[in-house]
């Protein structure tokens, strides 16, 4: 069988698959789950488009691989063939551990479980299965390669995840403030004392990369009604798990009665078989089959809370950079109560305050060095001459109040 296929994708036009051992993985279930799994969550219920899938950009940023490598190698950086299968496994596979609505999940059904975590069991999983063959990438996904280029590939301020997923998304969104130069970025890739770099002639598109990074999450990521979207869902699941553990059985799959039934948490996931095979059978389709047949359950804030989701009637939410009025919220919760004829305690459903945050660039966790043409690095806030470049590099937190409308 000739495993060396290619893929027509929409970004980028045809993507290769370079081996055989990429060609299996892609081929592997817990691979394929993610064609099942929106990379976008709750976004399309703004922009309709944005149907993405997990797996599209999974084999999106593959593909950036396989051109950043190619620069590098062009300018003279030596990379065996072994580096550069395991430098694209290891990006195919950096998101294999996302579960459906993954901020509502690690929110509601699997408390303290970082995904990066669950991607990086499945992988040993993987490896086990393949006889040790991940072993390479295994080491550049978890940051210990001893060449750290390969890592900072995978994940730095500038790596080709980030890449893809703002390219990718934008296009589905149709939101033009995502795009990004990511061909011109990643010919302008160089190597120096085993750091990536970015060549001084690509300075304006990594401005317009960072810029565009902060503009998405304010626009798309973090817009108000995706946010209203995405704590619906967590107050959909919260309330399910609240009436499994009171021993009421609800509709489920079986892998996402799983979830109801237990209390999974970091400490047990990753010492019990039985949780990773549970989730890696759970995505959206678990999550929406259960939401339309709550809709109809006997419990009264369930079904409300479900019949909210599938009728796009979602909560009013106001986002601002001070805490809510305790009083407003106080009064809030009142008229709520009221109106909606249940108990105080039950009101935290329908009226309740959180936060988000937003970072454009963290100089903390990796630098973006860009390389001068008299061979010195200088960081990007450093050398652009953009006076606001330094302010993306601090974290921007917002309140955030939801309530339920025309109350």
């Known amino acids: 069988m000739n495993k060396k296929k290619i893929i027509n994708d929409p970004v980028y036009g045809f993507i290769?698959?370079?081996?055989?051992?990429?060609?299996?993985?892609?081929?592997?279930?817990?691979?394929?789950r993610l064609r099942y799994i929106k990379q976008l969550a709750?976004?399309?219920?703004?922009?309709?488009?944005?149907?993405?899938t997990r797996f599209h950009h999974a084999l999106g940023a593959m593909h950036l691989m396989s051109l950043a490598l190619e620069v590098l190698k062009n300018k003279g950086h030596e990379i065996s063939?072994?580096?550069?299968?395991?430098?694209?496994?290891?990006?195919?596979?950096?998101?294999?551990?996302?579960?459906?609505?993954s901020h509502a999940l690690e929110h509601t059904l699997a408390h303290?479980?970082?995904?990066?975590?669950?991607?990086?069991l499945m992988m040993d999983k993987l490896n086990d299965e393949f006889g040790g063959r991940l072993n390479t990438a295994i080491q550049i996904f978890r940051g210990k390669y001893h060449r750290k280029f390969f890592c900072q590939l995978i994940s730095g301020q500038v790596d080709l995840d980030r890449m893809d997923y703002l390219n990718r998304d934008s296009f589905y969104t149709g939101v033009s403030e995502g795009v990004i130069s990511f061909d011109r970025i990643i010919k302008m890739f160089n190597?120096?004392?085993?750091?990536l770099v970015v060549e001084e002639k690509g300075i304006y598109s990594v401005e317009k990369f960072l810029i565009a990074r902060r503009l998405m999450y304010w626009q798309v990521y973090l817009h108000k009604t995706v946010v209203a979207g995405e704590q619906l869902l967590v107050k959909i699941l919260e309330r399910a798990k609240e009436l499994a553990a009171a021993g009421i059985t609800l509709f489920a799959t079986p892998a996402l009665q799983h979830f109801l039934q237990n209390d999974v948490n970091a400490a047990n996931f990753f010492?019990?078989?039985i949780h990773l095979q549970q989730f890696s059978k759970l995505d959206d389709q678990d999550i929406?089959?259960?939401v339309k047949v709550w809709a109809d359950s006997d419990d009264v804030i369930l079904s409300k809370l479900c019949k909210m989701l599938n009728a796009r009637k979602l909560y009013k939410v106001e986002i601002s950079n001070e805490a809510p009025d305790p009083q407003r919220l106080q009064r809030l919760a009142f008229q709520t109560s009221v109106a909606l004829d249940i108990s105080e305690e039950d009101v935290s459903y329908f009226v309740f305050t959180d936060t988000i945050t937003n970072r454009a660039y963290n100089a903390e966790s990796s630098n973006i060095n860009i390389l001068m043409k008299n061979g010195t690095l200088l960081d990007i806030a450093k050398a652009s001459d953009l006076s606001n470049l330094e302010s993306l590099d601090k974290t921007v937190k917002k309140h955030i109040l939801c309530y339920v409308r025309g109350i």
């Open 16 to 32: 290769t698959i370079p081996s055989e051992l990429v060609f299996d993985l892609i081929s592997h279930r817990y691979f394929q």
């Open 42 to 52: 709750m976004t399309h219920i703004v922009y309709p488009g944005a149907l993405n």
């Open 81 to 101: 063939p072994e580096e550069e299968e395991a430098a694209t496994i290891a990006i195919l596979l950096h998101d294999i551990g996302h579960g459906p609505f």
């Open 112 to 120: 303290g479980i970082r995904h990066e975590d669950i991607s990086l």
């Open 191 to 195: 190597i120096v004392d085993d750091q």
């Open 271 to 273: 010492e019990e078989e």
């Open 288 to 290: 929406y089959a259960s």
